[in-house]
């Protein structure tokens, strides 16, 4: 498979349990490793003893020294399981629209337009 990277710039911000939980980390790694444009930040609840990424829930640092900060050509993509949803981005409204940002986006800035909630 040949994926293909624009000028933009992308950041994954990729929390799991435990490294071994990182789906397709050995991909995420060689894409990084071949495209300047691309940088993936790894944190974990339960590392292992060679761990060097992040621990613990996404925080409000994690996100300051790995996000881009606001602005209007910026995109914020959101993910993952209903608690950590409402701690980082707010969880979509009750008729799934993609609802107020909340949480930790929007103690950053990040409006409406510059989030979006899978």
Not at 30 to 35: E, K
Not at 56 to 79: H, Q, R, W
Request: glycine share 10%.
């Amino acid at each position: 498979m040949e994926i293909t990277i624009l000028c933009a710039q992308i950041t994954l911000l990729y929390a799991n349990v435990s490294p071994d939980d990182i789906l397709l980390k050995q991909k995420l790694d060689s894409l990084q490793a071949n495209h300047p444009n691309l940088k993936v930040f790894y944190t974990v609840d339960n590392p292992t003893k060679n761990w060097k990424g992040g621990v613990g829930y996404v925080s409000k640092d994690m996100a300051l020294k790995g996000l881009p900060l606001p602005a209007d050509d910026t995109l914020i993509l959101v993910c993952g399981p209903p608690g950590m949803m409402e701690h980082v981005s707010g969880g979509k409204a009750p008729d799934w629209s993609q609802g107020e940002v909340k949480g930790i986006l929007k103690e950053l800035g990040f409006t409406e337009q510059m989030v979006f909630k899978f």
